[in-house]
């Protein structure tokens, strides 16, 4: 059983807390509205981030949270801030198949070095951080025994993908990739797939903002994995000037791994031009 930093105990009990709040939406009726943008937001995704906005507060860090940012709420960040997705995989809660999470990473220097991700209709939470990586189940409301996780680049190739966002280049990359199972899933889940050893690549062809990827970063790169753009480079965070947009990425089950899956990426998307 891991000894959680008292930053980290607090970044979990508000996940936790929001995903108490968020499962209480679930269990009632779902009213959904659009964003400018078109996608569709829940009454649940509002109330989540409250709840962690509140729980946060005392550390005095800024938080950039979805929400937020939809309100128009970006805060001045400096070296140290956290992100927040309270309800990643909107659509799959709309669907009620279970695959949302609730997202909090805390990012330094640009890097996310904490992250903690709670699937609360699975009962499922997964840690990263400088004391490792890790998994428990939810019972009664409270985080059960603490068990490290860890990639296994050694597996046959498996790639896990987005359930609700695909894109003509993935056809593409099994071609490149050889033989390989594929896997659809909603949510940040993709990345605790990748972090726990149930897959080795999640090429992501389809947009995305800081707050659904920073916490699932942080597991996967404790748990032996990594997560690169794919071009190559490492993937930063605090992008203000491009509105927190992500460019495409490659995460994988290690470094070496996540090079190979940007390689095929851009074989890929040569290929779907
Ligand atoms: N056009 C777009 N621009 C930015 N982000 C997008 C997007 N289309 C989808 N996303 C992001 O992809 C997330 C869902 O990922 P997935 O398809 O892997 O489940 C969404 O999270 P939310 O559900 O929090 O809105 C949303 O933020
Ligand atoms: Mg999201």
């Known amino acids: 059983m891991p000894t959680f930093s008292a930053l980290a105990q607090q970044m979990l ?53 979805e929400e937020s940012v939809a309100a128009g709420k970006i805060p001045t960040l400096g070296e140290r801030f956290f992100v927040v997705d309270p309800l990643d995989g909107t659509k799959e809660f709309i669907k009620r198949n279970g695959e949302f999470t609730v997202n909090i990473a805390l990012v330094e220097d640009h890097i ?5 991700i709670i699937a609360p209709a699975m009962n499922t939470a997964y840690y990263g951080g400088p004391e490792g990586a890790f998994k428990s189940i939810i019972v009664d409301a409270q985080f059960g025994q603490w068990t490290p996780i860890a990639t296994d680049p050694q597996m046959g190739c498996k790639i896990v993908a987005s359930r609700s966002h695909a894109h003509g280049a993935i056809k593409y990359f099994l071609d490149e990739a050889g033989p390989c199972e594929d896997v659809s899933v909603g949510s940040s889940l993709k990345f605790c797939l990748v972090a726990e050893g149930a897959a080795l690549h999640y090429p992501r062809f389809t947009p995305t903002c800081e707050w659904d990827i920073a916490a699932g970063h942080a597991i996967l790169a404790q748990a032996g994995g990594a997560l690169i753009e794919a071009n190559g480079g490492p993937m930063r965070y605090g992008k203000t000037e491009v509105d927190f947009l992500n460019p495409y990425f490659a995460a994988a089950a290690s470094p070496a791994h996540a090079q190979e899956c940007a390689s095929i990426m851009r074989q890929a998307l040569e290929k779907a031009r």
């Open 13 to 65: 009990e508000a996940a936790l807390a929001a995903s108490q709040t968020i499962l209480a939406h679930y269990q009632s009726h779902i009213t959904v509205a659009r964003k400018e943008d078109g996608s569709p937001v829940t009454a649940a995704d509002a109330a989540g981030e409250a709840v962690i906005i509140e729980r946060l507060r005392g550390l005095n860090i800024p938080v950039l949270g």
């Open 112 to 116: 996310p070095t904490h992250g903690v």
